[in-house]
């Protein structure tokens, strides 16, 4: 199966500070989403992504599907971005990455 | 609009005892439906997942099962519960393999 990658593990930031989330897939794929998952396990939709860029108010995702790797970007971050980002691929299952986990301070 | 359902959203179990977790899905047909295990402070883990009525694929050899007797419906089930199939069970479904998924609000479970 596809293998994804997310960097970095871990991510502090102070509150305002702006700061990028990266994704890497093994393979070539038609689809990749964007979560975040809130301190209560939910799992929220951010992005459904398969290529180009969105932006949704402070967040913005940029997919290069012919170089297999997605960004997330959190701008002017607030204290309720923390949480888990994670990226997913949806080949014939939807195969997620490690997760980025977010602290903003502030 | 589709809407997905889980319960319960906590279960304590003692060790031994049967699972039963009930996943429905309103407002479409013919879904893909997955069932994922989260341990704590970790990432996501796929269980099942199926295609339509009786087709279940599973990724993990486990002490678990899934079925989905309707079209809507998924179920995860467990005989014997071990205290290692503690964490935060969380189904989901899509139109098809490569469209948008959707999850539940997850069950989280601790096995004593």
């Known amino acids: 199966g596809i293998q994804v990658e997310q960097s970095p593990p871990d991510l502090i930031l102070q509150e305002g500070a702006n700061s990028t989330l990266r994704c890497n897939f093994s393979?070539?794929?038609?689809?990749l989403q964007w979560f975040h998952q809130n301190p209560w396990g939910q799992l929220i939709n951010l992005f459904y992504i398969p290529s180009g860029t969105k932006q949704n108010g402070r967040l913005s995702a940029t997919t290069v599907a012919t170089e297999r790797y997605s960004l997330l970007y959190i701008s002017s971050s607030q204290t309720t971005d923390s949480g888990v980002y994670f990226c997913a691929v949806n080949d014939y299952k939807l195969s997620f990455g490690a997760g980025t986990t977010v602290t903003v301070r502030a | 609009s589709q809407t997905i359902h889980q319960w319960p959203a906590t279960l304590v179990q003692p060790v031994g005892s049967p699972l039963s977790l009930e996943c429905t899905v309103e407002g479409t047909s013919n879904p893909n439906l997955y069932w994922y295990r989260q341990a704590a402070g970790r990432g996501l883990q796929l269980l099942f997942y199926s295609v339509g009525i009786g087709q279940i694929s599973s990724e993990v050899p486990q002490n678990l099962s899934a079925s989905r007797p309707q079209d809507r419906q998924f179920i995860l089930s467990s005989k014997k519960l071990l205290l290692s199939d503690s964490g935060f069970y969380l189904c989901?479904?899509?139109?098809?393999?490569?469209?948008?998924?959707?999850f539940g609000q997850g069950t989280r479970l601790t096995v004593v």
């Open positions: 393979d070539s794929v038609n689809n």
């Open positions: 989901a479904w899509s139109y098809r393999s490569g469209t948008e998924a959707f």
